[in-house]
């Protein structure tokens, strides 16, 4: 995949009559792969939303998303799973961990799916985000800064065009979201993939191509 473009799109929610004041929501936007995005935007304002669209699990919207000039509303679920294996990865707000498993076995329930990364290169992740110790560990017991850095890897366990990033260092210190930061832009040019992070406040810090106001 190459681009994703939104066409007059708006959450149903919003469609009341009042005034939409952004470079986003009933206009028109696209992303490239390979370059990186900025989404600011306030709280309410249907960010969470917007990667929940392009993901493809809600569809209440009107307008288009458009991968490669397709409408998304005509894929099959097959070919919705295709583009979740290999062409689409996300890390959520609400991370969507199992609290039950462990840190590693979070992971594990991908890679184990994709056999995209060794072991090694997942225990680096572990160590390099401050969390080794905390691998067998149920990500129930964890901070939630802990469980974002756990979500965080488990996203980089597939192959991907675009990545998405739901205000993934809301609850990290600076160096933790440097590092952070470091193995997603390392693994987004490796893969020569494009990156769109959201944010209501701090985010990321990374090189944008484009910031966008929601």
């Known amino acids: 995949m190459e681009r994703i473009t939104i066409e007059q ?38 960010k969470s939303s917007l990667l929940s669209y392009i993901y493809g699990y809600r569809r209440d919207f009107g307008g288009k998303i458009c991968f490669d000039g397709r409408d998304c509303r005509t894929l099959s679920a097959d070919e919705w799973a295709r583009l979740r294996q290999g062409s689409l990865s996300i890390l959520f707000q609400e991370l969507r961990l199992f609290p039950e498993l462990t840190a590693w076995e979070n992971v594990a329930i991908k890679n184990n799916l994709t056999h995209f990364k060794a072991d090694r290169e997942i225990d680096a992740c572990f160590e390099a985000l401050g969390i080794g110790e905390k691998k067998g560990q149920p990500c129930g017991k964890l901070s939630f800064g802990q469980q974002q850095r756990v979500a ?46 959201t944010s209501i406040g701090k985010h990321m810090e990374l090189h944008y191509d484009k910031r966008l106001k929601l």
């Open 9 to 46: 799109a708006l959450p149903r929610v919003f469609q009341d009559g009042r005034p939409i004041e952004s470079e986003v929501w009933n206009a028109q936007a696209e992303f490239q792969k390979g370059k990186t995005y900025l989404v600011e935007a306030a709280s309410g304002t249907g």
């Open 152 to 197: 965080l890897i488990r996203a980089l366990c597939q192959p991907f065009d675009f990545i998405f990033l739901d205000e993934p260092v809301s609850h990290l210190d600076e160096r933790n979201s440097s590092i952070l930061g470091e193995l997603v832009s390392g693994e987004a040019a490796r893969q020569g993939a494009g990156i769109i992070v």
